[in-house]
């Protein structure tokens, strides 16, 4: 299962925790880093246990799973920049004038009406829950879509996608693995994208021939598919051009 469908099928709680538990290992939440249990993992001089190792190895490669959420799209988190601004400045303990300071807006009351309007947005947000958790119960002709990919760089229509979409557009434009043809509309883009993304290894960083090549073998013009993947927020480079890797 990709990565993206484990995060968005997590709990709550799981998804505080930043990983989940399956029978045999923990899989970070946030980059699919699979730990297995019945393993001693060495860490600077000392040794952990599975589920120890996976809080050390999320907040050493991802600081925290709080500033690994407040940094995804707005259009995944309902945040505008100021309100994520705002609550980074909360979760690190600064009080409300200190806030204010930093900001160098408004009043310490100012920011005590923030407060508050991000508690009524706490409220709202635990209400739509339950009322999408009830609806799931009731729903019989709701489509499954397709998860939004976690480094998405603009959420919109396009990922409208049911499963059943998906399934077609890889077998319309897909044979035995070679990319037949680019298509032109961008929903058929972005699972073709996905698709081409799964072939890239996780953790991993491509110079520029080798990545070529790998797309050379999918697609004729492995240039375009290259550009449009950095478009889309799959793949990232360095500003020269001189190393690719997958977004987590």
Known sequence: MEISNIFWSASLEELKCGYIQENDSFTCLLCGERIEKGIVYPY??????????MRIHIEDTHQSVFEYLIDMDKKLTGLTEHQKNLLSL??????????????????????????????????????????MELLKE????????????????MVDERYNITQDEHEQFLHKYFSEGILTRFPQKEKQRLVILREISN??????????QELNQILKGIYEDYILIRRYLIEYGFLERKSDGSSYWLKK
Do not use: M
């Open 44 to 53: 600077e001089d000392k040794l952990y246990e599975a589920e120890r190792y």
């Open 90 to 131: 909360f979760y690190q303990g600064k009080n409300d004038k200190e806030i204010q300071k930093v900001l160098g807006i408004g009043s310490a009351s100012t920011i005590r009406h923030h407060r508050f309007a991000l508690k009524e947005k706490e409220r709202q947000a635990k209400t739509f829950l339950a009322l």
């Open 138 to 153: 009731k729903d019989e002709h709701a489509p499954a879509f397709v998860p939004v990919h976690k480094t998405a760089t």
């Open 199 to 208: 072939h890239l290894k996780t953790d991993y960083n491509y110079d520029e």
